[in-house]
């Protein structure tokens, strides 16, 4: 029985396959299957057969412009939402929340109750689809939450992701968590988005943590040098 691939050993599967050592891009994308040796294996396959994967400098990485490769994207959404039964609303919320959730959480998203909320997510945990992962709930690969995501319309995984993000900032969760659902949902043009990318932003940044980066750069990108905010985010940011 093959046990989960190390970090080194995602390196020498690629480098085995290709005869070209992977950048870290790659092997980051590929670190998505959890260690996985099919899923590793076949989502390289993928990318190759995709022609998403460039040399540079002797390194293999992934090309800017590549996703995840549609044919195993489309396999791996089918087969998880056809785990969780008939409605596929509870698996697709659960999706949009990066690093894990809690059934109460993912309850208050949907606007279910949490009795029907923990039978759904056994449910889906009986089928290996998710798993617990430091005291929450999570996809048992994140390559598979992406491929729910990316199958999911980009309206609904927009308005997933603001509820997601109202719920766990009114239950005070982790700022770092919800960071990562406000940066999947911001649209820049929207100057609500903006708005909430700048206030989390300096609140991180106040905290020193690094994520307050990603909120303030995406921040920036929605606003012009004329909004009034725009010189205390770059000094923010500069930061």
Do not use: K
Not at 72 to 94: F, N, P
């Amino acid at each position: 029985v093959l046990g989960d691939l190390t970090t080194d050993e995602v390196g020498e599967l690629v480098e085995s396959t290709l005869g070209a050592a992977p950048d870290p891009t790659l092997v980051q994308l590929l670190l998505g299957a959890s260690g996985n040796p099919f899923l590793t294996a076949e989502l390289l396959r993928e990318l190759e057969r995709d022609d998403a994967l460039v040399s540079v400098d002797g390194w293999l990485r992934v090309a800017p412009e590549a996703a995840l490769p549609a044919a195993l994207g489309e396999r791996l959404a089918r087969e998880a939402i056809a785990a969780s039964g008939h409605d596929s609303l509870l698996i697709r919320a659960a999706a949009v929340i990066p690093g894990g959730f809690m059934a109460e959480e993912l309850a208050e998203i949907i606007e279910r109750p949490v009795v029907d909320v923990l039978a759904d997510v056994l449910t889906l945990a009986d089928a290996d689809v998710l798993t617990e992962r430091e005291e929450r709930l999570a996809f048992r690969h994140d390559i598979i939450r992406q491929a729910v995501v990316e199958a999911t319309p980009t309206p609904v995984v927009r308005s997933l992701n603001r509820r997601a993000v109202d719920v766990l900032t009114a239950a005070g969760a982790d700022p770092t968590r919800v960071a990562s659902c406000l940066l999947a949902a911001a649209d820049p043009s929207d100057p609500r988005d903006v708005s909430a990318l700048i206030e989390l932003g300096l609140a991180l940044r106040d905290e020193g943590s690094y994520a307050a980066v990603d909120l303030l750069s995406a921040a920036i990108d929605g606003i012009t040098r004329e909004h009034p905010r725009f010189v205390e985010v770059v000094l923010a940011l500069g930061w």
